[in-house]
């Protein structure tokens, strides 16, 4: 992840109300149509994807609804977009030696892992330039396909998307 994005963010800090650590979070504008912050699999850091300009995301996504779709399972929209989340990961290079996570929430606390956090009464939200880590895929675009589609299919099996 050597390239680097920064953003004007909405930052918000919370309390947690099991052990008092803090919590900063960041978001996207709501017009940023497209653009999401995703989290490493342990929350601690963020990266940037445009997802409409990201091949690889339509590329999971499509490997993803073949397996499916020969594997006989139908699902919604929104399941489509819930497992496309969960494993999308997969397709990305690690921030910080990390796994990234594109279902995770951000609002537990790094300490005690308690998602009772109060956002409401830590000072609203404050607008901030931060700099982020642009997603990559260096890894994954050089496996073959065979290997992209056993990946995912592992992933969708570990979710409990499909059975072997």
Known sequence: ???????KVRTS?????????????CYLSNYSYGERLVMTSDTRY??????I??????????????????????ISAKQNADYLNSIFGI???????????????TK??????????????SGGEVIEEVAF???SHTIW?????NEKRRLIANELYNKGCIKK
């Open 91 to 105: 397709a990305c290079d690690n921030i910080e030696n990390t796994r990234i996570d594109a279902s995770n929430n």
């Open 1 to 7: 992840m050597s390239k680097i994005i920064k953003l």
């Open 133 to 135: 880590p642009v997603i």
């Open 108 to 121: 537990y606390c790094l300490e005690c892992s308690s998602n009772d956090i109060d956002f409401e009464t």
């Open 46 to 51: 963020y990266g940037y994807v445009n997802l």
């Open 13 to 25: 800090t919370g309390t947690c109300r099991n052990c008092g650590a803090k919590r900063k979070v």
């Open 53 to 74: 300009k990201d091949e690889v995301f339509d590329e999971v996504e499509s490997i993803m609804k073949d397996i499916l779709l020969k594997s006989n399972i139908s």
């Open 141 to 145: 675009c050089k496996l073959d396909e």
